[in-house]
């Protein structure tokens, strides 16, 4: 147990607070939830010792006026340095080394069908790039491939694009970020060129999903089915379509803000709230029977 030992909640939330009002993407939700933690703080809400409860009792209000998935007080076992982001992308660095550098299966099913497993996160693309080329090389000369995102909690859009170039012919605009600094948009496009063997855009696709896919995994997803690339299978994914910063407010404690918004060129909306509806419905532990099943039934036919 971590204590708020020599910190009373007051300072957090007001950094917190602070930082919804100047970052979140939703500026009038900001406003709200900011009063909701000032009012919810002088009631005594938060006096508690603990800071893995104050973390998580906070967490509840910030969800409590949209459901935004991404806002959250989180914390952390282990002190965290002070650099905005660097608690967050420490955690990451870890997943990373510890799995297969997020491809950590990688399978030739009967019948030609490969399956990649991208887990637990889609890794900042400086990272992850040589891995991912290398296992969906691998199975670039599949008959069909099979994407399991089942366990995959998000990552980086840019590795998302990565992907994506291994599954299309042709330069794709696969998404549009609006970000609230400087109110601006960005458009995400597959690669021209990727380093490897491409699977390419017309071999039967599936994508895996599962309750706990979230946030750039559902991107993934969502931007396949949204051009009719991929059938997805398996269960409604969590939805959280907006991505996020991550500030330090306490040595265990970092308050992970949304600073900008998803938005289709296919659908004109994006999968927060709702998540990323499967095309065949189905548990998720038995997806990937039902995704191969499919499969040899298109190649057979």
Excluded at 3 to 23: K, S, Y
Excluded at 97 to 120: C, K, Q
Excluded at 206 to 222: C, I, N, P, R
């Amino acid at each position: 147990m971590t204590t708020l030992t020599n910190l009373q909640p007051a300072p957090v939330i007001d950094e917190t607070a602070r930082l919804l009002t100047e970052h979140y993407v939703f500026p009038e939700i900001a406003e709200q939830l900011a009063g909701l933690l000032h009012r919810r703080l002088t009631e005594g809400a938060y006096d508690v010792d603990d800071t893995e409860e104050f973390a998580r009792l906070v967490t509840a209000d910030l969800q409590s006026v949209n459901g935004d998935r991404h806002l959250r007080l989180k914390h952390h076992a282990d002190p965290v340095p002070p650099k905005q982001g660097a608690a967050n992308l420490a955690a990451i660095r870890r997943d990373f080394d510890t799995s297969l550098r997020g491809a950590p299966r990688v399978e030739l099913l009967d019948g030609g069908v490969a399956v990649v497993e991208l887990a637990p996160m889609l890794f900042p693309l400086e990272w992850a790039a040589e891995p991912l080329s290398a296992a969906l090389t691998l199975a670039s000369r599949a008959q069909a491939l099979i994407v399991d995102l089942r366990a995959n909690r998000g990552g980086d859009p840019d590795t998302v694009a990565f992907v994506c170039s291994y599954l299309l012919d042709e330069r794709t605009h696969l998404n549009t970020m609006y970000w609230r600094a400087g109110e601006r948009t960005e458009q995400s496009w597959s690669l021209p060129h990727v380093p490897g063997a491409r699977f390419g855009g017309s071999k039967p696709l599936y994508v895996l999903s599962s309750d706990s896919t979230f946030s750039a995994a559902e991107e993934l997803a969502y931007d396949l089915q949204q051009l009719g690339r991929a059938v997805v299978v398996g269960e409604r994914t969590r939805g959280g379509a907006h991505p996020c910063e991550g500030w330090t407010v306490h040595p265990h404690l970092e308050a992970t803000v949304p600073v900008g918004r998803a938005v289709n060129p296919v659908s004109g909306a994006n999968w927060e709230g709702t998540g990323v509806q499967p095309d065949v419905p189905c548990p998720a532990a038995d997806s990937l029977n039902q995704a191969h099943a499919l499969a040899l039934a298109r190649l057979a036919g």
